[in-house]
Structure formats: structure tokens, C-alpha cells
């Protein structure tokens, strides 16, 4: 019994509406309904629907919770919001990882600053109970307290152009929860015991924590809620999201979205070697010298004495053929000289006299065909430069890609809400 996965609230809904259903770090999870390639450009073009409540959330409170995160956390809290980089406050959050000293990753998270003295940590599934394990091993004699919500809060994404058109539709005073409500910040709370509590609710007055996060680099929500209206949520995104095309998704469009959008799968793209060299440079603490760290955290001095160093590097190819895994990387005297960490096909991007177009770019140009590009991010062990060709190759394919600075032009994450309205 105990080797079964687990099944998220919305199993019965996936299997009832034909979902592809397959084992995704110990829960059964939909992989597909009718085609990933239609529900990833549903993402792109509308909004999608995915369920990821099997992912893990830990409550981080105390008088110590602050002085523990810094120190476990690779990001600064107390300077990582916006240009003037302003300290972490409730209602925004915040990108990084947890480390080994040895500088390795344990797991990526998102941390919300709730309120004073209070924070949630949201990590990958299956991860709630290690990174509370790291994080209660640090803390020694502080003022902390730990709660571990996995399997304990229903979550579900929406992500498209259209997300905020269908929430507007299931919330209640939407307006005045859009209002000042930017990348990477959050209102609400999903307890009903909670003064912030009122922030958000839905029309039937259930509380939930609406975020600006997301994992496909695309505009959208994360939605939390207590697992007894999680059903009742997806069915009233679902029946409010027809008139804006939207599409229930499933983890291959999670997948191939987020690779395009540069956006890491832990565990596999980041991992246990030192967290450094890799496009995701912002989630480390580097003063203006780019040599040091404005803070002491766990690993960092690992980071600093690697020697030898490997580098991560996005890619896309020149078609959507890709390579399966595990697959090498080679230059162009055909030596071996790295490993291909993803390589997925985003099906929304083509490339046209060298340059990569979405198929919502504004200025793509009529010639210019969407096919789908196969991409994803290789690990090698000397630098190269953007533009670089290598090889890719697998047990039966071979074929070439370029190191890019970006996959997917024209995301929308970031743009200001009322533009979405």
C-alpha cells in the first residue's frame, strides 16, 4: 500500500475527463488530456488550468523565522524587491534554493512573506519533510515554529493571457484585489480564521491566497485554498474560463512551457553540484563585485571555493526533434563535453533568419512558420559563448542545438495586471 502514489482532490475529475494519468514524484498526476501541444499553446495564446496541489508548503513562523530563512535561503530577503532591492514584506515573495554546505541544491522555493514573524515555503513535491528536516537542523535554538501543509492545502495554477479575465469572474470586489497587485506579490490567505482572510474571496465568500507566481513564464495565478473547496474552485475556473478558451493542462505542457520560459525543474536541472554558473544567477546574493555574497548562507562558502566549475546554458535547436535522456553534449571536433539536463519542444516558437519568434510575438513576421523548437538547458564543463552550435546526442539521435540567452520571446509574466484586464 505504501507504494502507491498519492492522489491529489481532483484525481477523480482527470480520470473522468480522460487525462493521461502517470506517477510524478509519488502522486498520480494527469500528464495530458486530449494533447499536450494544444494545451501548451492554450497557455500562450488563452489560459490553462493545472492542478498542483501535489506540490509541498511549509509555514515558517516565529520570532527566529526571518534570521533562519536568511541563513538557509540562498536569496537576501532583506534586499530583493524590485530595482532598489527593498527588503522581503508581507504580501510579496521571493525565488531561491535551499543548499547543502556543500553548495548543492536540496530543492528550489518560492517564499511568501504572510505576515509579521510568518512565512510560506512553497517547494516540489515530495519535499516538504526534507526541507523542513534541513530548516529545523538550522535552527537550532530559535524561535521557531514548522508546519508542514503538504496534502493539507488544495493549489491549482491559472496561466494564460486570459487569467485574469476568468478570475474576475469567480472572485469577489476583483477590482479592488487587482489593484497594486504586481509580479512576484500575493493577497489573501486561504484559513478563514485569518484577519487576512477578507483580502480575497471567492463569490461564495471561500477565502483563498491568490498570487502573481506561476511556472510557465506566461501571466497567471497561483491559487491556495483548504482542500474541502478545491474541487468547487477547479469546477468554478473550468466553467468560467470557456468563454476565454480556457484549457484544463496537464505536467507535459507544465514541462515543455516552463522550459521555454528558462524556468528550472529541480532535481534535474539544478542539483546536487554547486548552484552556480546557471541562468538563474538572481536567486544568489551577489554584491556589486560579483565575487562575494552581501550575506552568510548555508553553502555559500562552497560556492565560492569551486575551482573547477561546470555552467548551465539554455539551448534551442533549429526544429522541434529532440533527444531523450540521458544524452551528451559535444563540440565541434565531436568531443564529449557535458550532459543535456531538459530537452523538451515548445511548441509555441520558431525560428526565423536566426531569430526566435513566439506565436504571439507582435512582430513576427508573416513568413516566419510556428513548428515548435526543441529546447532545454545542457550542463558542460568549459564556458561558451551565446550563439555556440553543439551536438546533442541520445542512444538513436543526434542532432544540433545553439546556446541562447532566452528561449520564448514576448512572455507575459511580468506584464502589469490592468493590461491584462
Known sequence: MGNHPKKTLLHGWHTAHGANMADFSGYEMPLWYASAKNEHLAVLTHAGAFDTSHMASLLVSGTGAFELLQKCFTNDMSACIGRDRKALFPGRCVYGAFLTEEGGVLDDAIIFHIALHQYMVVVNA???????DHLLIHAGEADVRISDLTDRLGKMDVQGPMAARVMKKILKSPDLIFDRMPYFSFKGY?????????????????PVLLSRTGYTGEFGFEIFIAPEHFVKLWEMVIAAGKEFGLTA???????????GAVLPLSHQDIGPWPFINTPWSFALPYDPSGRGFTKAFIGDKALTAVTNPEFTY?????????????????DVDGMEIGTVLTCATDMGIGRHQDRIFSIVSPDRPEACRIKGLCCGFIKVKKPLKIGTVVTLKDVRRTIQIRVEKDIRPNRTARKPLKEML
Open 249 to 259: 493542462c496537464g505536467l507535459a505542457a507544465r514541462d515543455s512551457l516552463r522550459t
Open 190 to 206: 486561504f484559513d478563514a480564521a485569518s484577519p487576512q482572510a477578507d483580502t480575497v474571496r471567492l463569490i461564495d465568500g471561500t
Open 126 to 132: 515530495g519535499m516538504g519533510p526534507h526541507v523542513a
Open 314 to 330: 539554455p539551448f534551442a535547436g533549429f526544429d522541434l526533434r529532440k533527444v531523450s535522456l540521458p544524452a551528451v553534449v559535444m
